[in-house]
């Protein structure tokens, strides 16, 4: 059996900030690199961890983060999911850092939440 893709959707208004983000969990959960962090929208609530959730380096390394901070991250996320405040809006993790090692960290974040979750 051919398995057919489905086209690209256009984006409507309220869609176009999601614009380049990754859907991590279809209609809730997008993860996206951004200069700054939008203001929230009625559909859309967005948060940073990049002052948050920091690497304390052993020498010259990165990361990747302890796991004592990817359970921190993941119930930040779990609470903005399924909390009664963020009901039915899209979470979206934006890391605005230029430096490529705290998106790199930022990006490691939203996969642990995948694999725990």
Same mark, same amino acid.
């Given at each position: 059996?051919?398995?057919?893709?489905?086209?690209?959707?256009?984006?409507?208004?309220?869609?176009?900030?999601?614009?380049?983000?990754?859907?991590?969990?279809?209609?809730?959960?997008?993860?996206?690199?951004?200069?700054?962090?939008?203001?929230?929208?009625?559909?859309?609530?967005?948060?940073?961890?990049?002052?948050?959730?920091?690497?304390?380096?052993?020498?010259?390394?990165?990361?990747?983060?302890?796991?004592?901070?990817?359970?921190?991250?993941?119930?930040? =996320? +779990?609470? @903005?999911?399924?909390? &009664?405040?963020?009901? /039915?809006?899209?979470? #979206?993790?934006?890391?605005?850092?230029?430096? =490529? +090692?705290? @998106?790199?960290?930022? &990006?490691?974040?939203? /996969?642990?939440?995948? #694999?725990?979750?």
């Amino acid at each position: 059996r051919k398995r057919t893709v489905a086209p690209p959707r256009l984006l409507g208004k309220m869609e176009a900030a999601l614009q380049g983000a990754i859907e991590l969990i279809p209609g809730k959960f997008y993860w996206t690199s951004r200069s700054s962090i939008p203001p929230d929208s009625k559909d859309t609530h967005y948060f940073s961890t990049d002052d948050r959730l920091i690497y304390e380096p052993f020498f010259s390394d990165f990361g990747p983060l302890n796991l004592s901070l990817l359970y921190r991250y993941c119930q930040l =996320v +779990r609470e @903005k999911l399924y909390g &009664a405040e963020m009901r /039915g809006k899209k979470i #979206v993790h934006i890391t605005t850092a230029a430096d =490529v +090692r705290t @998106k790199t960290n930022a &990006a490691w974040l939203a /996969g642990g939440y995948l #694999v725990c979750y």
